[in-house]
């Protein structure tokens, strides 16, 4: 009697929200998710088209790097959400393994390409900033290095997913892997603090003042918005047709 | 919560954290490899090796720079809070090369303390402004030149 009361007390205490179970029904996912996306995508495309304008053809050039600055309006949001993109994949793999919540890990799974790629433009707008004003593409500082581990998480994941004859095996493998690798998000970010780097330190993500001129902030703001707005839109779009197809397969034990 | 996912949550955030020590252990035994550069200031203190090629970043003084006229030969010093030393390079600079910005050379160190750089790699700060601002910037704060 009293076991009772006392794991029903456990069960109380440690519950994940209502909306979350809710969200886990693929039918009332698939209609909310109906209904969300266009607000993510024509929002993000319109932001796009805007700040890529904005911040190629209207912001003021650099003092110091000139025009060459302006790829800062591609790399910035894409290396910010590299990180970003991996913590939402970590964290909804961390449900899927824990609550066996299969839309959480299908969440995370349609997370690893997006960040992958958001996580190779940040490298190949950095190597191509980097030859004119560095001097060199590549050079192996703690922030490159450990951008380009992040790259090889996202691979493994997407390999370790695919590594399995069962795909609740594999998802729940790569899980492990996606936890394991949060580890490396502090250090990219810190990296430029801790160890002596080629890479300047933070401009915008810090708790100081951006040390950037307002009028060359504001499309980088907006950049960095579009850039996330697209990649939601983008993830759960992918998210829909996986819960789609699998609706369409009858002897689904779901 | 049931004890399953109880346990679980539990596995999985040992998991995290025992990761995490090993990183955090494995790069604090190896801070020192993982700096890209020595300052000129350890450089002077002895803690850069002679027998092999290292990087050693600083800011470029400002009056020091002389160049060859006939090759491209150019020699300047590299200083930070409190240690200065001379480069030797042979090659073309990047762009951002002039006085007081920061770089970082690779290359083998003499003796007294000269570096024969075989490379030479601008570094800039996360300042961005337009040029107007910066040169107000000047005019208005004396002190606002050390880069």
């Known amino acids: 009697m009293s076991q009772t009361a006392a794991s029903t007390r456990r069960r109380k205490r440690f519950k994940l929200p209502l909306w979350m179970y809710k969200l886990a029904s693929p039918a009332y996912f698939d209609r909310l998710v109906g209904r969300i996306i266009p607000w993510l995508l024509i929002p993000g495309l319109v932001l796009l088209g805007i700040g890529l304008v904005w911040g190629l053809a209207f912001a003021p050039a650099d003092y110091q790097q000139g025009d060459s600055f302006r790829i800062i309006y591609v790399h910035v949001p894409t290396a910010a959400l590299s990180m970003g993109i991996y913590m939402a994949m970590a964290i909804t793999a961390g449900i899927g393994l824990i609550w066996r919540i299969r839309l959480a890990a299908l969440v995370s799974r349609n997370c690893a390409p997006i960040g992958a790629a958001c996580t190779f433009l940040a490298l190949a707008t950095g190597a191509l900033w980097g030859k004119p004003m560095w001097g060199t593409w590549w050079v192996w500082d703690a922030r490159l290095t450990s951008e380009l581990i992040l790259l090889f998480l996202y691979l493994g994941y997407m390999a370790l997913h695919e590594a399995f004859e069962d795909p609740e095996i594999g998802s729940r493998a790569a899980a492990i892997l996606a936890l394991v690798g949060v580890i490396n998000i502090p250090i990219i970010h810190y990296s430029v603090e801790w160890w002596h780097t080629l890479h300047q330190g933070a401009t915008i993500f810090k708790l100081d003042k951006p040390s950037i001129a307002p009028s060359m902030l504001w499309p980088l703001l907006v950049m960095l918005l579009a850039f996330a707005l697209l990649s939601a839109a983008n993830v759960l779009m992918r998210t829909r047709n996986n819960v789609l197809e699998r609706r369409l397969q009858p002897d689904d034990d779901e | ?147």
Do not use: C, W
Not at chain 2, 54 to 61: D, P, S, T, Y
Not at chain 2, 86 to 113: K, N, W
Not at chain 2, 130 to 136: D, H
């Open chain 2, 1 to 147: 919560m049931t004890p399953v996912r109880r346990r679980r949550l539990f596995m999985v955030m040992s998991l995290v954290l025992a990761s995490g020590t090993a990183v955090a252990l494995t790069t604090y035994a190896l801070r020192q490899n993982i700096n890209l550069f020595f300052a000129p200031t350890q450089v002077i203190a002895g803690e850069a090796p002679f027998d092999r090629v290292i990087r050693v970043g600083g800011l470029v003084v400002p009056g020091s720079i002389s160049r060859d006229q006939e090759t491209l030969q150019v020699s300047f010093d590299i200083a930070d809070n409190s240690g200065v030393i001379r480069v030797s390079y042979s090659g073309i600079l990047p762009d951002l090369f002039r006085e007081g910005q920061g770089i970082v050379a690779r290359g083998t160190l003499g003796p007294d303390h000269h570096i024969q750089a075989q490379e030479v790699l601008a570094r800039h700060d996360e300042e961005y402004m337009p040029p107007e601002v910066a040169e107000a910037l000047k005019r208005t704060s004396m002190t606002h030149d050390s880069y």
